[in-house]
Nanobody, 115 residues
Framework: QVQVVESGGGVVQAGGSLRLSCAAS????????MAWYRQAPGKQRELVAA???????NYSDSVKGRFTISRDNAKNTVYLQMNSLKPEDTAVYYC?????????WGQGTQVTVSS
């Protein structure tokens, strides 16, 4: 049984910060690529940030310099530190765990940035 569970979403004013967490179980976490996606109403789901098992990171251009993805293999948890938030960041944020065999999605957590 694989479980991917996000937490940390909420409402924040523009310019503020939030840290999202994603705990994964039932997978070999240390060998998995972890990623954060987001989806706003009426828009496609987009990749926000990803981190490989070796710690290499990639970010979408829209969040570079503001968001930081990290992982704690001992806790089977990936984080997304979001700073300097903008209203355009408002979306449901989803965690994805990519193993060699398959990918797994969390239920999502709502992030709302007010202006």
């Amino acid at each position: 049984q694989v479980q991917v569970v996000e937490s940390g979403g909420g409402v924040v004013q523009a310019g503020g910060s939030l840290r999202l967490s994603c705990a994964a179980s039932g997978i070999i976490f240390s060998g998995s690529v972890m990623a954060w996606y987001r989806q706003a109403p009426g828009k496609q789901r987009e990749l926000v940030a990803a981190i490989t098992s070796n710690g290499r990171t990639n970010y979408s251009d829209s969040v570079k310099g503001r968001f930081t993805i990290s992982r704690d293999n001992a806790k089977n948890t990936v984080y997304l530190q979001m700073n300097s938030l903008k209203p355009e960041d408002t979306a449901v944020y989803y965690c994805n765990a990519r193993t060699y065999y398959s990918g797994y999605w969390g239920q999502g957590t709502q992030v709302t940035v007010s202006s």
